[in-house]
């Protein structure tokens, strides 16, 4: 089988499934000021019905639209459209504001639904909230009891991938990813509307190591969830069943596996683009409610419009010495995410082709 990400297939470790159990433990205050622990609640009623309590929040790139696919395929989940509101990164503001959910009424309504109700996990995909200051203490304040899924790539690829990503988003204006990292590495940012310039900053997107450990220094490691891109991509079956166990649901039936939202696209009219993502201020209110419509809706007239804006595109590359650099850049911060996440992820700090 080929390698995939400097590790062969035969190479990856076991996933580990987790122990069963009823969850977390919490602390009540009795009347007396005591503190007594009682059983965290397994239902999603449990919780204040019209926030998630299931997080996927990163990183981005990494098979994240794929696992929601999945994920919401599942008879008992129900997953956010738009998948990534952003709306508890308020460090993130301008993203909120472009998304049209920077306010608690807003959020709330994306799971509001009969369908939504019906369902015992509720789930928001966004990315931002891995690299996010505040996001998962604030979660976590309204739902303590919240699970964070957490997807791993190869740096890397990651941050190549990713800088064609905000080439569409119109965050990046350097096609050249080399170009565009050497700013980076200069504190620089690109001469266009970024919506925050910490979408394009690659040295921040590609330190996982760092943002795991933020992460589990809020969130306890029970309630956090790793999947490595590897094992999506080589034996998404045993992915799927660590995922729902993780969730504690049921495994079957299992979706088809599809591979979602790969970096094979751009789009057609650069002037219907920027219509569509940074419309002029006197239409940009209906624009948005035109943009979130079609991000909502499963209308198969919206997937034909959606399809007629994007034409087919190769997988974005960069030349060995690019490669070279941003592994030797990310090896230290590689091994610390491996010691986090207990996986050997020695593969990565491997200087590889693509091309």
């Given amino acids: 089988m080929p390698r995939v990400c ?53 990183a ?6 794929s696992l929601t696919r999945w994920l919401e395929s599942h008879a008992d989940m129900f997953f956010c459209r738009p998948k990534e509101p952003h709306y508890w990164a308020v460090d993130y503001p301008r993203m909120r504001e472009h998304r049209g959910y920077a306010t608690r009424a807003a959020y709330e309504a994306l799971f509001s639904s009969p369908k939504a109700r019906a369902a015992r996990h509720l789930a928001d995909g966004s990315t931002t909230y891995l690299y996010s200051q505040n996001a998962v203490p604030a ?6 009891h919240a699970r964070f899924i957490v997807a791993l790539r ?8 990713w800088h064609r990503t905000q080439l569409l988003a119109l965050n990046e204006d350097e096609q050249d990813f080399g170009s565009a990292w050497r700013r980076s590495l200069a504190g620089g940012v690109p001469g266009t509307d970024v919506l925050d310039p910490k979408r394009v900053d690659y ?10 450990s933020r992460l589990l220094q809020s969130a306890p490691r029970e309630q956090v969830h790793f999947v490595v891109f590897e094992d999506l ?3 998404p079956q045993q992915v ?9 649901l049921a495994a079957e039936p299992a979706p088809s596996f599809e591979a979602h939202n790969q970096s094979t696209k751009m789009f057609r009219s650069a002037l219907l683009h920027r219509m569509k993502h940074r419309p002029p201020a006197l239409v940009a209110k209906p624009v948005r409610v035109l943009r ?22 190769p997988r974005p590359t960069v030349e060995d010495a690019i490669r070279r650099e941003l592994t030797n850049f990310f090896a230290e911060d590689v091994a610390a995410l491996g010691r986090l996440v207990d996986r050997d992820l020695s593969g990565w700090s491997v200087v590889t082709s693509r091309d």
Avoid: C, M
């Avoid at 921040?204 to 760092?210: F, N, P």
């Avoid at 991000?295 to 994007?310: D, E, F």
């Fill in 240 to 248: 799927w069943h660590a995922v729902t166990d993780f969730l504690d």
């Fill in 292 to 313: 979130q419509k079609s991000q909502h809706s499963t209308n198969p007239a919206w997937a034909r419009v959606r399809n007629v804006l994007w034409r087919s595109a």
């Fill in 139 to 144: 979660i976590l304040r309204d739902v303590p």
């Fill in 60 to 65: 981005p790139k990494a098979g994240t639209t």
């Fill in 233 to 235: 991509v080589s034996r």
């Fill in 203 to 212: 040295q921040l997107l590609g330190r996982l190591g760092q943002a795991a």
């Fill in 154 to 161: 190869n740096p890397v690829d990651l941050v190549v991938s």
């Fill in 6 to 58: 400097g590790l062969h297939p035969d190479d990856l470790p076991a996933i580990p499934s987790r122990t069963r159990s009823s969850g977390p433990v919490r602390s009540a205050h009795g009347t007396d000021g005591t503190q007594h622990e009682t059983a965290a609640p397994t239902d999603r009623e449990r919780f204040d019905v019209f926030l998630p309590d299931t997080y996927l929040i990163g």
